[in-house]
């Protein structure tokens, strides 16, 4: 037989190398690497994958499937978010430069008529269908 099937032991000995040498360090050249400006952005770190109950339960409830209004949970699969606030876009929507008329609403002859259009200025034979 050609070729060996026995699982190699070394495969996720880099990965787990790389792990262990995450330093703060390393997360600045990530940063680096995005283009932001260590020194003048403003860069925050949150915690995600949680979860706050909203509920009031009362006093009496059963601890196993509810807990008190305002108790924060985390996930298993929890994880943090890196932000750079400095270049969030902050700019609101703008309302559309031409009217708005729904696909909805549209009649059957105005959809047929705006298909024909774009296959047409997609250079499309829609004469042989």
Same mark, same amino acid.
């Given at each position: 037989m050609?070729g060996?099937?026995?699982?190699?032991?070394?495969v996720?000995n880099d990965?787990?190398?790389?792990?262990?040498?995450f330093?703060?360090?390393? +997360?600045?050249?990530?940063? =680096? %690497?995005?283009?932001?400006?260590?020194? /003048?952005?403003?860069i925050?770190?949150e &915690?995600?994958g949680t979860q706050?109950?909203g509920?009031?339960?009362?006093e009496d409830?059963?601890?196993?499937?509810?807990s008190p209004?305002?108790?924060?949970k985390?996930?298993?699969d929890?994880?943090?978010?890196?932000?750079? +606030?400095?270049?969030?876009? =902050? %700019?609101?929507?703008?309302?559309?430069d /031409?009217?708005?008329?729904?696909h909805? &609403?549209?009649t059957?002859?105005?959809?047929?008529?705006?298909v024909?259009?774009t296959?047409?200025?997609?250079?499309y034979d829609t004469y042989?269908?």
């Amino acid at each position: 037989m050609i070729g060996k099937l026995d699982p190699e032991e070394h495969v996720m000995n880099d990965i787990l190398v790389d792990r262990e040498r995450f330093t703060q360090e390393r +997360l600045w050249e990530m940063l =680096s %690497t995005l283009g932001w400006d260590l020194l /003048r952005d403003q860069i925050v770190i949150e &915690l995600a994958g949680t979860q706050v109950s909203g509920i009031d339960v009362g006093e009496d409830y059963n601890k196993k499937w509810q807990s008190p209004i305002g108790t924060h949970k985390y996930n298993k699969d929890a994880f943090l978010v890196i932000k750079n +606030l400095s270049r969030d876009d =902050s %700019t609101k929507s703008q309302p559309m430069d /031409r009217e708005h008329k729904p696909h909805h &609403l549209k009649t059957e002859q105005e959809i047929a008529a705006e298909v024909k259009k774009t296959d047409d200025e997609s250079g499309y034979d829609t004469y042989g269908k």
